[in-house]
């Protein structure tokens, strides 16, 4: 059964990047599909992109121009980095391989100084 | 800006039979939207029920099903239980599977 696994700290500075990493076990990251989608407190899901097992990537317009995903097959494990963050973004972050149907915990972020 | 529309609300008596649907500013969905179904229960991760319009994962009771109907992705639970009281979100596909767009989510009661 293929697990996920977010971290990454749970503060950020506003105006600094957000980074987070998702462990993949039970499968090979070299395979399927991995997303990233989030989910602000008391609100419903977003997606904020995906990346294919070649490195090519998708992601949400709204958010294309501070985000970037990236794979370290080494470490079977992919990763999120959010710039110029604001408390906009505070939300739960999911990791999820989709449609495998696999998703993580998640984890939360709050955006303040 | 593509956005994916679900009812806000249903409610369900025990045993009966409900359809939530998804609907798209885009037009009809169609297979090509790929629909996929989530459920979330409070302070859980979603859990995925159905892909590609209505392929089950290994995990999904029988009692539910994703079909397309009337224009809109559909997935009906039949049977309903109480522990099918949660959130359903719907995602679609769009620009060949470039974009993904999720609805702002049905609030299944089971009363």
């Known amino acids: 059964q293929v697990q996920l696994e977010e971290s990454g700290p749970g503060l950020v500075k506003p105006s600094e990047t957000l980074s987070l990493s998702c462990t993949v076990s039970?499968?090979?990251?070299?395979?399927?599909?991995w997303s990233w989608i989030r989910q602000p407190p008391g609100k419903g899901l977003e997606w904020i992109g995906y990346?294919?097992?070649?490195?090519?990537?998708n992601y949400n317009p709204s958010l294309r121009s501070r985000v970037t995903l990236s794979l370290d097959t080494s470490k079977n494990q992919f990763s999120l980095k959010l710039t110029s963050v604001t408390a906009a973004d505070t939300a739960v972050y999911f990791c999820a391989s989709l449609p495998a149907g696999y998703w993580g915990r998640g984890t939360l972020v709050t955006v303040s100084s | 800006q593509t956005v994916v529309t679900q009812e806000p609300s249903l409610t369900v008596s025990p045993g009966g039979t409900v359809t939530l649907t998804c609907a798209s500013s885009?037009?009809?969905?169609?297979?090509?939207?790929?629909p996929n179904w989530f459920q979330q229960k409070p302070g859980q991760a979603p859990r995925a029920l159905i892909y590609s319009t209505s392929n089950k994962h290994s995990w999904t009771p029988a009692r539910f099903s994703g079909s397309l109907l009337g224009g809109k992705a559909a997935l009906t639970l039949s049977g309903v239980q109480p522990e099918d009281e949660a959130e359903y979100y719907c995602?679609?596909?769009?620009?060949?599977?470039?974009?993904?767009?999720f609805g702002g989510g049905t609030k299944l009661t089971v009363l």
């Open positions: 995602l679609l596909y769009f620009a060949r599977g470039q974009l993904a767009v």
């Open positions: 039970g499968g090979s990251i070299s395979n399927y599909y």
């Open positions: 990346i294919y097992q070649s490195g090519s990537t």
């Open positions: 885009t037009g009809a969905v169609t297979t090509s939207s790929y």
